[in-house]
């Protein structure tokens, strides 16, 4: 006897194969620079999305084209559970990492008077976004890294300053600008999922992040040390469809 054709297979197997597609796109995409951080994320969402449909689909399905059911499709079913299981589980892992951490994305090693940001206030590409350290950060950071505190070197400013930028040039940086005078060095990198800008005020290593961040640090100098805070802001590139790392300001 001839069997007929599950539809719900078929719908399981193809939403499972277009979440892999999909979500697979998004961070394929904003690698190589084809689509903005967010727009890949939100691919990347989306597949999960698909995968979540696609599991309970492939459920019906599976049920649907059971043994004397009189439905052909069952490899198609657990076809499309596979897929949107591998697209969920990758999506509830990436989600995960954050776990038991504050939700924000602003840090700075002195919330009591956290270093502010030159040129990415003036960059184009970053102008828009606000700078300001928001209100309610400072408690959530203290509560989830305590020991979070600047860096003291032993050194004075101007060996700092030699320190920091042989920092930015040994992390592949483009300086922007360097100002021995005041102690400020502003540099650039780009790397390919995320965008940041990087501002600070003294020899503290310039960090890096997977978002667009913004890190700064100010330096409080003795004779023979340099203290430096610093603060890192990540956001969203809202006019480069790749990211960018924008270091900012190493000063005294």
Do not use: H
């Not at 597949?47 to 019906?60: Q, T």
């Not at 069952?74 to 499309?80: C, E, K, T, V």
Request: glycine letters at 10%; hydrophobic letters at 40%.
């Amino acid at each position: 006897m001839s069997q007929q054709s599950s539809r719900l297979a078929t719908a399981a197997a193809t939403l499972g194969a277009l979440a892999v597609v999909v979500g697979a796109g998004g961070v394929l995409g904003a690698t190589l620079g084809v689509l903005a951080p967010m727009q890949g994320f939100g691919a990347f969402a989306l597949g999960g999305l698909l995968g979540v449909v696609s599991v309970i689909v492939s459920g019906f399905a599976l049920r649907a084209t059971r043994a004397g059911s009189g439905r052909s499709g069952r490899g198609r079913a657990w076809l499309g559970l596979v897929l949107g299981g591998v697209m969920l589980a990758t999506l509830l892992r990436g989600a995960s990492a954050g776990a038991g951490l504050p939700r924000i994305n602003d840090i700075t090693t002195d919330p009591d008077d956290p270093p502010q940001f030159e040129y990415a206030k003036r960059d184009p590409a970053t102008r828009e976004r606000s700078y300001d350290y928001p209100a309610g950060f400072a408690e959530q950071q203290r509560a989830a890294y305590p020991d979070l505190a600047p860096i003291t070197l032993a050194a004075p400013p101007d060996a700092a300053f030699e320190a920091a930028q042989q920092a930015a040039a040994e992390l592949g940086f483009e300086v922007t600008l360097s100002d021995e005078a005041r102690g400020v060095i502003e540099a650039r990198d780009t790397s390919r999922c995320s965008a940041s800008s990087t501002t600070s005020r003294s020899a503290s290593a310039l960090p890096t992040a997977a978002a667009r961040s913004s890190t700064s640090a100010r330096s409080r100098a003795t004779a023979a040390a340099t203290s430096a805070p610093t603060r890192s802001a990540s956001a969203p590139s809202p006019a480069r469809s790749s990211p960018e790392w924008e270091a900012a300001s190493l000063g005294r």
